[in-house]
């Protein structure tokens, strides 16, 4: 079982919808971060989060650690936000700020 | 205030040759971080660097890779004799502090013939 796990891994959306991405891990962490990558582009940092709630236009990420669970909500999706959408944690072990990635969940919003 | 560079973006190299791929961290930042994205697969951390030194190597390959981040000038990222096994996205991402958030380059694509 991976460290980290997201569902769904694949979400077709019509435009306007709300999204939810969820994401679950199984060791402690000192953060999480919502990453997004487009298609043969580099990778956005979206959030970095280690307790609550964070809201950024229209994308907003929430963690539960005593659930190990964190979602990351797209509210009017837009085509423009078809992406890879990718859930990595820090560790509480691990040095600095090495990740362990999920596999990520292919969005794709149709106008 | 650039972000994070990577270069090149596409390189080609034959099975035997050496890859070369360099990563410029935003300015203020002096922790480097590399991951390895293989086709249809997850991001797998690779190694840690900060200033002159290498804090955590664990997700490198034992043999043909490696790295370094001198005092002056980007981060490299080297792998000798490459295989086709090593075609993949090479991701650098640096923070300023090592708790702190992360910033992505755009990738490098190797691609071994």
């Known amino acids: 079982k991976n460290e980290v796990e997201q569902s769904p891994q694949n979400l077709t959306a019509q435009e306007g919808e709300f999204i939810t991405i969820n994401c679950s891990y199984s060791?402690?962490?000192?953060?999480l971060h919502w990453l997004q990558q487009h298609p043969g582009g580099g990778i956005v940092s979206l959030f970095m989060?280690?307790?609550g709630k964070k809201k950024h236009g229209r994308l907003i990420a929430t963690i539960n650690i005593q659930e190990k669970h964190s979602s990351l909500h797209i509210t009017a999706s837009h085509p423009r936000d078809s992406a890879v959408y990718i859930c990595a944690v820090r560790s509480e072990e691990t040095s600095g700020s090495r990740l362990t990635f999920g596999e990520g969940t292919q969005l794709t919003v149709n106008p | 205030n650039a972000g994070v560079m990577q270069n090149p973006r596409h390189l080609v190299r034959r099975r035997g040759q050496e890859a070369r791929l360099r990563c410029s961290p935003m300015k203020g930042h002096s922790h480097v971080y590399w991951y390895r994205q293989l086709p249809e697969e997850g991001l797998k951390f690779m190694v840690y660097l900060q200033k002159e030194n290498i804090i955590d190597e664990s997700g490198m390959p034992k043999e043909r890779f490696s790295a370094e981040f001198p005092k002056e000038g980007p981060s490299i990222l080297r792998i000798q004799q490459v295989v086709r096994g090593d075609s993949a996205a090479y991701f650098c991402?640096?923070?300023?502090?090592?708790?702190?958030?992360?910033?992505f380059g755009e990738g490098s694509r190797l691609t071994v013939l």
């Open positions: 060791v402690g962490i000192s953060a």
């Open positions: 991402a640096s923070s300023r502090q090592n708790t702190g958030e992360l910033f």
């Open positions: 989060l280690s307790s």
